[in-house]
């Protein structure tokens, strides 16, 4: 028996696998380097080889399925206890019985898989609508505190969408930042990030945003249990309608709005 550790990354966890079935060995343990554990078995370290995590990435499409493929990266990002050896099982049992088993969903390892995929995948579909860019020094920033590993699932979105932009969005759990600037993108290691200081422009445009919040909600069908179902309250902290800076009380009279942007949406 035993223990493998690799440098975290994805290409790193293929190459566990790559390394699994060349020394016909099945690891009792899979963990990343960064993760303080102790283990009872010996530890193996893991050399990442772009080659060898090539070929066992375009395996898995040929010998599952691309639905599987597309399991395994969603499931390496997401925040499942011990998902590198719960992939690994799931893996194994799909080089053995093909693409069938993703429909598998009675058997453990197969529904545990699938239950942490849907829910990184669905983490990932919510911050599309609750992330907030706020203007620093002529970059949009935004904070975000996921659950599940979701820069690389979110990078597309947002990428296409302000392409022409400069911006940056850091994950405050992992310690990451989705980095893009016209033409490029990067998800590099950051180990701190704090928004600075609104200017007085971007505490008017918090401002109009938050109006628009309070203007387009019906009072009579105002149900708060509903409104933390669709939007769970782990999000509000970074979201500009929840800023103490823009409770109404401290919103910026329209008079003082100088963007002629502004003022055409307010007449």
Not at 81 to 95: A, D, N, Q, S, V
Not at 166 to 171: A, C, E, G, H, R
Request: overall charge negative.
């Amino acid at each position: 028996m035993v223990a493998y550790r690799y440098d975290g990354s994805f290409e790193g966890f293929l190459c566990c696998i790559f390394e699994s079935y060349t020394k016909r060995e099945v690891p009792a343990q899979i963990f990343s380097d960064e993760e303080a554990q102790v283990s009872l078995y010996p530890e193996k370290w893991i050399e990442t080889d772009s080659g060898h995590a090539e070929r066992v990435y375009v395996s898995l499409s040929r010998k599952i399925s691309p639905q599987a493929r597309e399991w395994i990266e969603v499931g390496f990002l997401s925040c499942l206890p011990k998902r590198e050896l719960i992939l690994y099982r799931f893996i194994r049992m799909g080089y053995s019985y093909g693409a069938q088993v993703t429909n598998w969903l009675a058997d453990d390892t197969v529904n545990t898989l699938n239950k942490a995929v849907f829910a990184a995948s669905h983490e990932a579909h919510l911050l599309t609508g609750f992330l907030r860019f706020s203007e620093q020094n002529g970059t949009l920033a935004a904070i975000i505190t996921p659950k599940n590993r979701v820069l690389p699932l979110i990078l597309e979105h947002f990428s296409s969408r302000f392409n022409g932009e400069t911006f940056l969005i850091y994950d405050k759990t992992h310690h990451m930042a989705l980095v893009h600037q016209p033409g490029q993108d990067a998800i590099i290691p950051l180990e701190n990030f704090t928004l600075e200081h609104p200017n007085k422009t971007e505490q008017q445009f918090r401002a109009l945003w938050k109006r628009f919040y309070h203007t387009i909600g019906i009072e009579g069908r105002f149900n708060p249990k509903c409104r933390m179902t669709h939007m769970p309250k782990r999000y509000w902290e970074n979201m500009t309608e929840f800023l103490d800076s823009a409770l109404p009380g401290n919103e910026v009279p329209a008079t003082e709005i100088s963007s002629p942007m502004s003022r055409k949406y307010l007449e």
